[in-house]
C-alpha cells in the first residue's frame, strides 16, 4: 500500500485575522487582600490608600473600583511610603535601602500608576529604616538629594562628633501642623527636640526618661504626645518660654501598673467632647503576663475605653479626620487599621464604634480556601435573593454604619452587562458567594455547613462573651479565622443550578449536602440517607475519619440556602466531583471509591458503583490518614526496576525503526513515546469527573437522560437514566442502567466529559431551553462525547462510541492537562459571531485553546508559573472566556483569554499638578520629608537620617538645672538603650554646635551643586 504525505498549507490570513478578534490574553486585576502587607499611607486631600508589600508591589485603592497596582523592578519589602499630599504622587522606600517615586499619570481617559524615579540611598541593605529615614545607626544628617535631568547626587558632611554617651536612634519626625518650617525629632533615649528649619536652632528640648516610640501633635500646635516602651505616653506643653521641659503635663499607664508591651505607635485626634486616642500595641501591649500574645489596639475618649482584639498582627492605622485648617477640631469619622490578614475600618462617628463593612479588600482567607465555582450570567431574580439573604444576615452589624471612607477617584469602566458569581469553598465549611460582575471581589452571603453536624463551633461565643466582663475591655474584631473546628467540615466540590436555585455542597467527610433558597426563616429537621460505595465488597477496612455526626431534631436556619437533604457517603472519603441536575431532581457524587446517584426528591439513592482496584488499598486510609505500607511501596518500585530492565532491548530496537520512520517522514509532527499506565496504581478508582446529558446512548433514534463518570484509570461510565415525568416524580423511581464502559489505551486520569450536539455545541443547562432561554440543541444529527484526559482529548461519536478525532497533548506538547472547560468566545467586531472552544491548562502552567469539535489548536499563553502547583490546582475557568487562580493564599489573579470580554479597573484620579518654573514647597509631608520641586528638572529633599557611628552626644544636667524624671513602675529591665548619669548644659550646646554645624555645611554644598545645576541647565 502506498502512503501519501502532504505538507501542510500556511496559515490562513483571513482565519488569523478572525483569532485576533476572538482570543487574547490579558491579566487584568488581582482581587482579595495583599499577601504580606508591610506599609500604609493615605493621601487626606485625594482619599487614596496605600499598600505595600513585602514582595515589592504597591496597591492603590479609593472608591470601589478604583484601583493602582505598581510593582518595583527589585523583589524587595516596601517598609514605608508615603503620599505627597493632594499631587497623586507617592514615595515608597524598600529594605535594599532605594528610594521610588510614583506618579498617577492619566492617558485615553484613565488614570495609571508608573514608577518615574529611584535613587539608591547608602548604606547596607536590609537595615530597618525608620520615618522615611534611612537609618544606618544614631544620627542626625540632613542630606541634600538633587536630580538633575537623569543624575543623581548627593551632598552629606563628611564630619564625625565623637563622644561618650549616645542620644539613641531618632525615632519620630513630625512636622508642626501649624508651622511647616518647625520639625519634632524624638530620640530613642527620650530626648525630644523642636527643630526650626528657618533659623536652624533648636526652639525647645523635652526630657523624658523612658525609651520612646513615637510621636503626634495636637492640632493646634500646642502639645503634642510621645508613646514609650514601657506601655504608657505623656502630653507635653509646647512653651516659648521654656526652652527646656523636665515634665510632661501628664503621664498615663493605661494598663497599668503591671509591665506592659511597648506603645509603637499614637494618634492624637481632637472632637467637640473630647480627644480620641489610639494607640497601637505591640504583641497586643497588655500586661506582660497575661495578655502579651494578643494583637491589640485601644481607642480612649473620655471615660470610653475600647480595646480592639484582632487575630493577627497589626501593621499600621491611620485616621480619616478634617484637614480644613480653619476648623478647630479634627472630628476624625474613621479609624483604618491595616492587619496582617485584613484590613478593619472601625466607624468613630457612630456610638459604640462599630465596624464598617468593606466594598473591596475582603479577606478570602478568612478561613483556607479549599475549593470555588465560578456563574456567569445569573439571572436577576437569583441575584437579588442571595443579595437581600446577605443583608440580613448582616443587618444588626450595618445599621447606622456610616460610608466608606476611602472614596478617592472614580471608575470610569462601563457596567458588565451580566452578573457574575465566584463561590469559595472553606476549610471551616463555609460558602462564601462574592460579586464577580466588576474590579472589586464584592462579599454578598456566607453560607455556614457546621450548623448542620454536632461539633464544638459555638466556643467563640462563649469566649466573647466572658471577655466582656473583664479587664481590659476587649471586643473581637475582624473576620480573619485561620484555625476550623473539624477538618472534616471542609467543602471539597460545589455545584449550583442558578435557575432553580438548588445547592450541592460536599465535603471532606464524604458529605453531600442538598440546598434550596428560600427567602424565609426555616425550623425544620434534616433528612439524612446513606451510600454505601464498596458495596460490601471483602477484603476493605476503612482506616480514615468517621463520619460527621448530623444534628437530631428540629435545626433553625435563616432565610437563605437551607439543606434538603444529606447523604453520607460509606467510608465517608472526600468527595471529589459533584453534579446536579435540577430538572430531573439528581445528583451523582464521587470518591476515591466509586461513585453514586441519588434522588433528592424521593430521598432514595438510585445507583452506587464501586470503582476500586483490588490493589487499592492506599484509597482506605483517607486524607487525613497517614498510614502507608512500606512493603507496598518497596514492591512497586521493584517492579518498575524490573519491567524497565526487560523492556531495555524491546525499546532500543523502537527507537531505532522511529529514526527511520522520522526520516522517511519529515513534516509529521513529532511525538513522544507515551507509555500505558500500571492498573494497580495507588488511587486507581478515584472519580475525577461526572456530568449528565440528554442524548444518545442506546440506539441512534432513542435520546433520553444519560450520567457519565470518568476515574483516575482512564475508565469512563456511561447509564442510560429512566426518569419520569414532572407529574409523576413522587410515583416512580429513577432507574439507571449501565450502557457503555471505555477504557483509554493508556489509563490516563479522566478529567472533563462533555457531550456535544448535531452541530458540535455544548449542551444547554438544565431549563435553559424549558424556559426559552437557550437553543433548544440539534437532536437530528449524531451526537458526540468529547474525553479530556491527562494527556490527550478525544471526540467519540455517539452511540457507537467510535473515535471520531483526537489531540495528543503530552506527545506533542510534553504537558499533562489539569483544569479543562468549554468557553464561548465572542468577536470583537461583531456580536452576533462566536465560536465553542476548549480551553486547558496544563501542568506547565501555560493555556491551550482548541476548536470544537475538531480540536484544532487556536492559540496559546504562558499564564502560571509551573512552580505554583497550588495556582494552577486552583484555577477556575468561565464560560465567557475569563478566568480565576491563587496567587497566594489571600489573592485571586483574573485573567482573560476573550478579546471581548475583559473585566479591568478603568478609573481616573483628578490631581492638582503644578508643572512651572516656580518653586513648590510642600510641607504638609508627616513624618519626615520636606520637598522641593525646582525647574522642572531639579528637586531638592531634606532627608533625616541617624547614626551612632557618628554622632554620639553626651548630655548631663547638672542638679541645678534640672528636676526629677517621671518614675515609671513599668520601666523595661532589658532594655539596653535606657538613660543614666546626668545631662549636663554644656552637653546639650555641643550637640546643638554640632548640629548647625553640619546644617551650615549642608546648606554651602548644597547651594553650590543647586548653582551649578541652574547653571547647566
Same mark, same amino acid.
Request: hydrophobic content about 35%.
Given at each position: 500500500?502506498?502512503?501519501?504525505?502532504?505538507?501542510?498549507?500556511?496559515?490562513?490570513?483571513?482565519?488569523?485575522?478572525?483569532?485576533?478578534?476572538?482570543?487574547?490574553?490579558?491579566?487584568?486585576?488581582?482581587?482579595?487582600?495583599?499577601?504580606?502587607?508591610?506599609?500604609?499611607?493615605?493621601?487626606?486631600?485625594?482619599?487614596?490608600?496605600?499598600?505595600?508589600?513585602?514582595?515589592?508591589?504597591?496597591?492603590?485603592?479609593?472608591?470601589?473600583?478604583?484601583?493602582?497596582?505598581?510593582?518595583?523592578?527589585?523583589?524587595?519589602?516596601?517598609?514605608?511610603?508615603?503620599?505627597?499630599?493632594?499631587?497623586?504622587?507617592?514615595?515608597?522606600?524598600?529594605?535594599?535601602?532605594?528610594?521610588?517615586?510614583?506618579?498617577?499619570g492619566g492617558k485615553e481617559g484613565h488614570s495609571y500608576l508608573e514608577e518615574v524615579r529611584s535613587f539608591s540611598l547608602p548604606g547596607r541593605p536590609g537595615i530597618e529604616s525608620t520615618r522615611f529615614v534611612f537609618k544606618t545607626g544614631f544620627e542626625l544628617f540632613?542630606?541634600?538629594?538633587?536630580?538633575?535631568?537623569?543624575?543623581?547626587?548627593?551632598?552629606?558632611?563628611?564630619?564625625?562628633?565623637?563622644?561618650?554617651?549616645?542620644?539613641?536612634? /531618632?525615632?519620630? +519626625?513630625?512636622?508642626?501642623? =501649624? *508651622?511647616? @518650617?518647625?520639625?519634632?525629632?524624638?530620640? !530613642?533615649?527620650?530626648?525630644? $527636640?523642636?527643630?526650626?528649619?528657618?533659623?536652624?536652632? /533648636?526652639?525647645? +528640648?523635652?526630657?523624658?526618661? =523612658? *525609651?520612646? @516610640?513615637?510621636?503626634?501633635?495636637?492640632? !493646634?500646635?500646642?502639645?503634642? $504626645?510621645?508613646?514609650?516602651?514601657?506601655?504608657?505616653?505623656?502630653?507635653?506643653?509646647?512653651?516659648?518660654?521654656?526652652?527646656?521641659?523636665?515634665?510632661?503635663?501628664?503621664?498615663?499607664?493605661?494598663?497599668?501598673?503591671?509591665?506592659?508591651?511597648?506603645?509603637?505607635?499614637?494618634?492624637?485626634?481632637?472632637?467637640?467632647?473630647?480627644?480620641?486616642?489610639?494607640?497601637?500595641?505591640?504583641?497586643?501591649?497588655?500586661?506582660?503576663?497575661?495578655?502579651?500574645?494578643?494583637?491589640?489596639?485601644?481607642?480612649?475618649?473620655?471615660?470610653?475605653?475600647?480595646?480592639?482584639?484582632?487575630?493577627?498582627?497589626?501593621?499600621?492605622?491611620?485616621?480619616?479626620?478634617?484637614?480644613?485648617?480653619?476648623?478647630?477640631?479634627?472630628?476624625?469619622?474613621?479609624?483604618?487599621?491595616?492587619?496582617?490578614?485584613?484590613?478593619?475600618?472601625?466607624?468613630?462617628?457612630?456610638?459604640?464604634?462599630?465596624?464598617?463593612?468593606?466594598?473591596?479588600?475582603?479577606?478570602?482567607?478568612?478561613?483556607?480556601?479549599?475549593?470555588?465555582?465560578?456563574?456567569?450570567?445569573?439571572?436577576?431574580?437569583?441575584?437579588?435573593?442571595?443579595?437581600?439573604?446577605?443583608?440580613?444576615?448582616?443587618?444588626?452589624?450595618?445599621?447606622?454604619?456610616?460610608?466608606?471612607?476611602?472614596?478617592?477617584?472614580?471608575?470610569?469602566?462601563?457596567?458588565?452587562?451580566?452578573?457574575?458569581?465566584?463561590?469559595?469553598?472553606?476549610?471551616?465549611?463555609?460558602?462564601?458567594?462574592?460579586?464577580?460582575?466588576?474590579?472589586?471581589?464584592?462579599?454578598?452571603?456566607?453560607?455556614?455547613?457546621?450548623?448542620?453536624?454536632?461539633?464544638?463551633?459555638?466556643?467563640?461565643?462563649?469566649?466573647?462573651?466572658?471577655?466582656?466582663?473583664?479587664?481590659?475591655?476587649?471586643?473581637?474584631?475582624?473576620?480573619?479565622?485561620?484555625?476550623?473546628?473539624?477538618?472534616?467540615?471542609?467543602?471539597?466540590?460545589?455545584?449550583?443550578?442558578?435557575?432553580?436555585?438548588?445547592?450541592?455542597?460536599?465535603?471532606?467527610?464524604?458529605?453531600?449536602?442538598?440546598?434550596?433558597?428560600?427567602?424565609?426563616?426555616?425550623?425544620?429537621?434534616?433528612?439524612?440517607?446513606?451510600?454505601?460505595?464498596?458495596?460490601?465488597?471483602?477484603?476493605?477496612?476503612?482506616?480514615?475519619?468517621?463520619?460527621?455526626?448530623?444534628?437530631?431534631?428540629?435545626?433553625?436556619?435563616?432565610?437563605?440556602?437551607?439543606?434538603?437533604?444529606?447523604?453520607?457517603?460509606?467510608?465517608?472519603?472526600?468527595?471529589?466531583?459533584?453534579?446536579?441536575?435540577?430538572?430531573?431532581?439528581?445528583?451523582?457524587?464521587?470518591?476515591?471509591?466509586?461513585?453514586?446517584?441519588?434522588?433528592?426528591?424521593?430521598?432514595?439513592?438510585?445507583?452506587?458503583?464501586?470503582?476500586?482496584?483490588?490493589?487499592?488499598?492506599?484509597?482506605?486510609?483517607?486524607?487525613?490518614?497517614?498510614?502507608?505500607?512500606?512493603?507496598?511501596?518497596?514492591?512497586?518500585?521493584?517492579?518498575?526496576?524490573?519491567?524497565?530492565?526487560?523492556?531495555?532491548?524491546?525499546?532500543?530496537?523502537?527507537?531505532?525503526?522511529?529514526?527511520?520512520?522520522?526520516?522517511?517522514?519529515?513534516?509529521?509532527?513529532?511525538?513522544?513515546?507515551?507509555?500505558?499506565?500500571?492498573?494497580?496504581?495507588?488511587?486507581?478508582?478515584?472519580?475525577?469527573?461526572?456530568?449528565?446529558?440528554?442524548?444518545?446512548?442506546?440506539?441512534?433514534?432513542?435520546?433520553?437522560?444519560?450520567?457519565?463518570?470518568?476515574?483516575?484509570?482512564?475508565?469512563?461510565?456511561?447509564?442510560?437514566?429512566?426518569?419520569?415525568?414532572?407529574?409523576?416524580?413522587?410515583?416512580?423511581?429513577?432507574?439507571?442502567?449501565?450502557?457503555?464502559?471505555?477504557?483509554?489505551?493508556?489509563?490516563?486520569?479522566?478529567?472533563?466529559?462533555?457531550?456535544?450536539?448535531?452541530?458540535?455545541?455544548?449542551?444547554?443547562?438544565?431549563?435553559?431551553?424549558?424556559?426559552?432561554?437557550?437553543?433548544?440543541?440539534?437532536?437530528?444529527?449524531?451526537?458526540?462525547?468529547?474525553?479530556?484526559?491527562?494527556?490527550?482529548?478525544?471526540?467519540?461519536?455517539?452511540?457507537?462510541?467510535?473515535?471520531?478525532?483526537?489531540?495528543?497533548?503530552?506527545?506533542?506538547?510534553?504537558?499533562?492537562?489539569?483544569?479543562?472547560?468549554?468557553?464561548?468566545?465572542?468577536?470583537?467586531?461583531?456580536?452576533?459571531?462566536?465560536?465553542?472552544?476548549?480551553?486547558?491548562?496544563?501542568?506547565?502552567?501555560?493555556?491551550?485553546?482548541?476548536?470544537?469539535?475538531?480540536?484544532?489548536?487556536?492559540?496559546?499563553?504562558?499564564?502560571?508559573?509551573?512552580?505554583?502547583?497550588?495556582?494552577?490546582?486552583?484555577?477556575?475557568?468561565?464560560?465567557?472566556?475569563?478566568?480565576?487562580?491563587?496567587?497566594?493564599?489571600?489573592?485571586?489573579?483574573?485573567?482573560?483569554?476573550?478579546?471581548?470580554?475583559?473585566?479591568?479597573?478603568?478609573?481616573?484620579?483628578?490631581?492638582?499638578?503644578?508643572?512651572?518654573?516656580?518653586?513648590?514647597?510642600?510641607?504638609?509631608?508627616?513624618?519626615?520629608?520636606?520637598?522641593?520641586?525646582?525647574?522642572?528638572?531639579?528637586?531638592?529633599?531634606?532627608?533625616?537620617?541617624?547614626?551612632?557611628?557618628?554622632?554620639?552626644?553626651?548630655?548631663?544636667?547638672?542638679?541645678?538645672?534640672?528636676?526629677?524624671?517621671?518614675?515609671?513602675?513599668?520601666?523595661?529591665?532589658?532594655?539596653?538603650?535606657?538613660?543614666?548619669?546626668?545631662?549636663?548644659?554644656?552637653?546639650?550646646?555641643?550637640?546643638?554646635?554640632?548640629?548647625?554645624?553640619?546644617?551650615?555645611?549642608?546648606?554651602?554644598?548644597?547651594?553650590?551643586?543647586?548653582?551649578?545645576?541652574?547653571?547647566?541647565?
Amino acid at each position: 500500500m502506498m502512503k501519501f504525505r502532504f505538507r501542510r498549507q500556511g496559515n490562513d490570513p483571513q482565519r488569523e485575522r478572525i483569532k485576533q478578534e476572538l482570543f487574547a490574553f490579558n491579566k487584568t486585576v488581582e482581587h482579595g487582600f495583599p499577601n504580606q502587607p508591610s506599609a500604609l499611607a493615605y493621601d487626606p486631600q485625594l482619599q487614596l490608600m496605600a499598600i505595600g508589600t513585602k514582595s515589592g508591589a504597591i496597591k492603590v485603592y479609593g472608591a470601589p473600583g478604583v484601583e493602582f497596582t505598581g510593582l518595583h523592578k527589585d523583589t524587595a519589602a516596601v517598609t514605608q511610603i508615603h503620599f505627597l499630599s493632594g499631587q497623586g504622587r507617592i514615595l515608597s522606600l524598600l529594605d535594599d535601602n532605594s528610594l521610588h517615586l510614583w506618579e498617577i499619570g492619566g492617558k485615553e481617559g484613565h488614570s495609571y500608576l508608573e514608577e518615574v524615579r529611584s535613587f539608591s540611598l547608602p548604606g547596607r541593605p536590609g537595615i530597618e529604616s525608620t520615618r522615611f529615614v534611612f537609618k544606618t545607626g544614631f544620627e542626625l544628617f540632613f542630606w541634600g538629594l538633587y536630580c538633575i535631568d537623569e543624575g543623581i547626587s548627593i551632598i552629606s558632611p563628611d564630619l564625625q562628633y565623637k563622644c561618650g554617651k549616645s542620644l539613641g536612634p /531618632v525615632e519620630a +519626625l513630625q512636622e508642626h501642623p =501649624q *508651622q511647616a @518650617e518647625k520639625i519634632l525629632i524624638g530620640y !530613642s533615649r527620650g530626648l525630644v $527636640v523642636l527643630w526650626d528649619l528657618n533659623t536652624r536652632h /533648636v526652639d525647645n +528640648l523635652f526630657l523624658g526618661k =523612658q *525609651q520612646l @516610640e513615637s510621636l503626634v501633635w495636637e492640632r !493646634s500646635g500646642n502639645t503634642f $504626645v510621645s508613646s514609650h516602651s514601657d506601655g504608657g505616653y505623656l502630653v507635653w506643653t509646647v512653651n516659648s518660654s521654656t526652652p527646656c521641659t523636665h515634665q510632661p503635663t501628664t503621664s498615663t499607664i493605661p494598663y497599668g501598673p503591671f509591665p506592659c508591651k511597648a506603645v509603637n505607635k499614637i494618634l492624637w485626634r481632637t472632637t467637640e467632647t473630647g480627644c480620641v486616642n489610639a494607640a497601637q500595641r505591640t504583641v497586643g501591649g497588655m500586661p506582660r503576663a497575661s495578655y502579651g500574645d494578643r494583637h491589640c489596639l485601644t481607642i480612649l475618649q473620655d471615660s470610653t475605653h475600647v480595646t480592639l482584639d484582632f487575630t493577627s498582627r497589626v501593621i499600621d492605622f491611620f485616621t480619616v479626620h478634617c484637614i480644613d485648617q480653619e476648623k478647630e477640631y479634627d472630628d476624625p469619622t474613621s479609624l483604618v487599621v491595616l492587619l496582617e490578614e485584613e484590613l478593619v475600618v472601625i466607624d468613630l462617628a457612630t456610638p459604640g464604634w462599630p465596624t464598617i463593612p468593606s466594598p473591596y479588600l475582603a479577606p478570602l482567607h478568612s478561613s483556607a480556601i479549599t475549593c470555588s465555582y465560578h456563574i456567569s450570567n445569573v439571572p436577576s431574580k437569583l441575584w437579588e435573593r442571595i443579595i437581600t439573604a446577605g443583608q440580613s444576615q448582616s443587618a444588626n452589624q450595618t445599621h447606622g454604619v456610616g460610608d466608606w471612607p476611602i472614596c478617592g477617584g472614580r471608575s470610569v469602566a462601563p457596567e458588565s452587562k451580566q452578573k457574575e458569581l465566584l463561590l469559595t469553598g472553606h476549610e471551616d465549611g463555609t460558602v462564601r458567594f462574592w460579586d464577580a460582575s466588576g474590579v472589586s471581589l464584592q462579599p454578598l452571603y456566607k453560607l455556614s455547613t457546621a450548623n448542620i453536624f454536632q461539633t464544638d463551633c459555638d466556643h467563640n461565643d462563649s469566649l466573647t462573651q466572658a471577655g466582656e466582663e473583664e479587664w481590659p475591655p476587649f471586643r473581637k474584631v475582624g473576620c480573619f479565622d485561620p484555625y476550623s473546628d473539624d477538618p472534616r467540615l471542609g467543602i471539597q466540590k460545589i455545584c449550583l443550578c442558578k435557575y432553580s436555585g438548588k445547592l450541592v455542597v460536599a465535603g471532606t467527610a464524604g458529605q453531600v449536602i442538598v440546598m434550596y433558597l428560600s427567602d424565609e426563616k426555616s425550623d425544620h429537621m434534616i433528612d439524612v440517607a446513606t451510600v454505601d460505595l464498596l458495596q460490601d465488597r471483602e477484603g476493605f477496612t476503612w482506616k480514615g475519619h468517621d463520619r460527621l455526626p448530623p444534628k437530631t431534631g428540629s435545626v433553625v436556619f435563616a432565610p437563605g440556602f437551607q439543606p434538603v437533604v444529606l447523604v453520607q457517603c460509606i467510608p465517608p472519603a472526600a468527595v471529589t466531583a459533584v453534579t446536579l441536575h435540577a430538572e430531573w431532581n439528581l445528583i451523582a457524587f464521587g470518591t476515591s471509591h466509586g461513585f453514586g446517584l441519588f434522588d433528592y426528591h424521593r430521598r432514595a439513592p438510585v445507583l452506587a458503583r464501586c470503582t476500586l482496584h483490588p490493589n487499592d488499598s492506599l484509597a482506605m486510609e483517607g486524607p487525613l490518614s497517614r498510614v502507608k505500607s512500606l512493603k507496598k511501596s518497596l514492591r512497586q518500585s521493584f517492579r518498575r526496576i524490573r519491567k524497565s530492565r526487560v523492556s531495555g532491548k524491546k525499546r532500543a530496537v523502537q527507537e531505532a525503526n522511529a529514526q527511520l520512520a522520522e526520516q522517511d517522514a519529515e513534516m509529521a509532527p513529532v511525538q513522544r513515546r507515551i507509555e500505558a499506565r500500571s492498573a494497580d496504581d495507588s488511587l486507581s478508582g478515584v472519580v475525577r469527573c461526572l456530568c449528565f446529558a440528554d442524548t444518545f446512548l442506546r440506539d441512534g433514534t432513542h435520546h433520553g437522560p444519560t450520567m457519565w463518570a470518568g476515574t483516575n484509570s482512564g475508565s469512563v461510565y456511561a447509564y442510560a437514566l429512566e426518569v419520569p415525568s414532572q407529574e409523576k416524580f413522587s410515583e416512580q423511581s429513577v432507574e439507571a442502567v449501565l450502557g457503555k464502559e471505555i477504557q483509554l489505551m493508556h489509563r490516563a486520569p479522566v478529567v472533563s466529559i462533555a457531550v456535544l450536539d448535531g452541530r458540535g455545541n455544548p449542551l444547554p443547562e438544565p431549563y435553559e431551553v424549558s424556559r426559552d432561554l437557550a437553543k433548544a440543541p440539534d437532536m437530528q444529527g449524531s451526537h458526540s462525547v468529547l474525553i479530556a484526559s491527562e494527556e490527550q482529548f478525544k471526540v467519540f461519536m455517539l452511540p457507537k462510541v467510535s473515535a471520531k478525532t483526537k489531540f495528543k497533548l503530552t506527545a506533542h506538547e510534553g504537558c499533562r492537562v489539569r483544569k479543562v472547560a468549554l468557553v464561548t468566545f465572542t468577536s470583537v467586531s461583531s456580536e452576533e459571531y462566536c465560536e465553542n472552544g476548549l480551553v486547558c491548562l496544563t501542568n506547565l502552567g501555560d493555556i491551550h485553546v482548541f476548536s470544537v469539535p475538531a480540536l484544532r489548536p487556536q492559540v496559546r499563553y504562558d499564564c502560571i508559573r509551573k512552580e505554583d502547583i497550588s495556582g494552577i490546582a486552583s484555577c477556575v475557568f468561565t464560560k465567557t472566556g475569563q478566568g480565576f487562580y491563587l496567587i497566594s493564599p489571600s489573592e485571586y489573579e483574573r485573567f482573560s483569554l476573550s478579546a471581548r470580554v475583559i473585566t479591568e479597573p478603568l478609573c481616573q484620579v483628578d490631581v492638582d499638578r503644578l508643572h512651572d518654573l516656580t518653586v513648590l514647597r510642600y510641607s504638609k509631608l508627616s513624618h519626615c520629608l520636606h520637598l522641593q520641586f525646582e525647574h522642572n528638572e531639579v528637586f531638592s529633599c531634606v532627608i533625616k537620617i541617624c547614626s551612632s557611628k557618628y554622632l554620639q552626644a553626651r548630655m548631663k544636667l547638672p542638679s541645678s538645672v534640672s528636676s526629677p524624671f517621671l518614675e515609671s513602675p513599668n520601666s523595661s529591665a532589658d532594655l539596653t538603650l535606657d538613660t543614666t548619669g546626668e545631662l549636663t548644659v554644656e552637653d546639650v550646646k555641643d550637640f546643638l554646635v554640632y548640629v548647625l554645624h553640619l546644617d551650615t555645611l549642608y546648606v554651602s554644598c548644597g547651594r553650590a551643586v543647586y548653582e551649578g545645576a541652574v547653571n547647566d541647565s
